[in-house]
């Protein structure tokens, strides 16, 4: 097994573990519960870093020629991301953020910009709220 698939199945299981406890959860996430995104994106950011310092800004579009597959993973990227943001926007904009800003910063960095903007609504909700 590669690094590469030794990575993914440690994530694909830390997420499904992620996803199996919150949705164990009876209550409201407790008050630091903006730190979850973050714990989530610091080292998707870092492994993004490492990508980018290796193969380049644009090392990911070989992968759009090389298979149908490619393409497939990029479009399901683009619709995930899009759906977070539209379910995302409206608590966003209730918590008093600048949606205009955050689409920007999503459409530029894509899920690392849409957990930083969910951290960002989840703390300003609890802090209006507290």
């Known amino acids: 097994m590669s690094n590469s698939e030794l990575v993914a199945l440690v994530g694909f299981a830390a997420a499904a573990v992620a996803m199996l406890l919150i949705t164990q959860t009876k209550e409201r996430v407790a008050a630091p519960a903006w730190l979850v995104p973050v714990v989530v994106v610091v080292p998707f950011a870092v492994w993004t870093g490492l990508a980018i310092a290796e193969e380049g800004l644009f090392g990911f579009l070989p992968m759009f020629k090389e298979s149908h597959w490619g393409l497939q993973v990029w479009f399901d990227r ?23 800003v955050w689409v920007i910063v999503v459409i530029f960095t894509g899920s690392i910009g849409l957990l930083l903007m969910l951290a960002r609504t989840v703390y300003r909700e609890r802090k209006t709220a507290a």
Do not use: I, W
């Open 78 to 100: 683009l619709m995930s991301v899009t759906a977070a943001f539209f379910l995302l926007q409206n608590r966003a904009r209730a918590a008093g953020m600048k949606s205009e």
